[in-house]
């Protein structure tokens, strides 16, 4: 009887031992798959990059050279140049955007990406953008400086989107239209107040265009942070990328790339 009871649980004891000795080897499988990752990506010398292209200022074909540029192309190219590699793109429609990271057909996602509904299912890096919706009005305008002057005014908002909610909230008039060139048009003739839309976006565009008759007038809003995005388990890519994001914060690099293209450090 206490031979028996003694191979039992000798029986148990090996079962417990394969049990965890299976589980470390599965740690270790995953480990070593992140491992293969940024190993294969180092030999092959080329981060490839998902990114739309057409979505100025952020990544976008050069009206004059058609070269793929941009703030988000920019911060990319320089963060792999940074690791020894060579960004390499895929331009991708933002509705199949994600299916491609997870079909690997690129290893990171560099396209102004928020984490909303997608924290869990992806690694991000850390932040390398910061917006907050502004209002925009004419630049003689002083009855408009703060939300609470908002209510009772007209603005100009695609009625779709997450700005004409804000506006809504906030207790103006809304006028429906179809961007916000239209926007800035019926802004300077007159016929709105004001318009609610992305600082980026504006920034770029006062930049750009040259016009003088507009001005942001207040920020609102909550901070809309952008990160770059890769496959769940991406492991030491994404600490590498977090690397060189580093380095380029604390020289000033990340900083200036900002300016170049919206006139003020939006990185903070």
């Given at each position: 009887m206490?031979?028996?009871f003694f191979a039992l649980c000798m029986m148990v004891s090996f079962a417990v031992l394969a049990a965890c000795g299976s589980s470390s080897d599965n740690g270790s499988k995953d480990n070593a798959k992140d491992s293969d990752l940024w190993a294969s990506i180092k030999e092959k010398?080329?981060?490839?990059?998902?990114?739309?292209?057409?979505?100025?200022?952020?990544?976008?074909?050069?009206?004059?050279?058609?070269?793929?540029?941009?703030?988000?192309?920019?911060?990319?190219?320089e963060a792999a140049k940074r690791l020894g590699l060579k960004a390499e793109f895929k331009e991708t429609q933002w509705d199949s955007m994600f299916a491609g990271l997870n079909s690997k057909r690129f290893d990171v996602i560099a396209n102004q990406v928020g984490k909303t509904d997608r924290e869990g299912k992806y690694d991000f890096s850390d932040k390398y953008t910061t917006s907050n919706a502004v209002v925009v009005t004419k630049k003689n305008n002083k009855d408009i400086t703060?939300?609470?002057?908002?209510?009772?005014?007209?603005?100009?908002?695609?009625?779709?989107s997450n700005y004409n909610q804000l506006a809504e909230k906030a207790g103006a008039k809304v006028e429906g239209i179809e961007g916000m060139a239209q926007a800035f048009q019926l802004i300077q003739q007159g016929r709105v107040d004001?318009?609610?839309n992305d600082k980026l976006a504006v920034l770029n565009?006062?930049?750009?265009?040259?016009n003088k008759n507009l001005k942001i007038a207040f920020e609102t809003g909550d901070p809309q942070d952008t990160f770059f995005a890769f496959r769940k388990g991406s492991g030491?890519?994404?600490?590498?990328?977090?690397?060189?994001?580093?380095?380029?914060?604390?020289?000033?690099?990340l900083s200036k790339i900002s300016k170049k293209w919206f006139g003020e450090d939006v990185t903070e």
């Open positions: 206490k031979k028996a010398g080329v981060l490839t990059v998902g990114t739309e292209g057409t979505y100025e200022p952020f990544t976008y074909h050069d009206k004059k050279t058609d070269k793929l540029t941009g703030y988000d192309v920019e911060v990319i190219t703060s939300e609470a002057d908002v209510k009772g005014k007209t603005s100009a908002q695609s009625l779709t004001m318009t609610y565009y006062l930049k750009t265009s040259g030491e890519l994404t600490d590498q990328v977090n690397k060189a994001l580093k380095e380029m914060k604390e020289d000033g690099t």
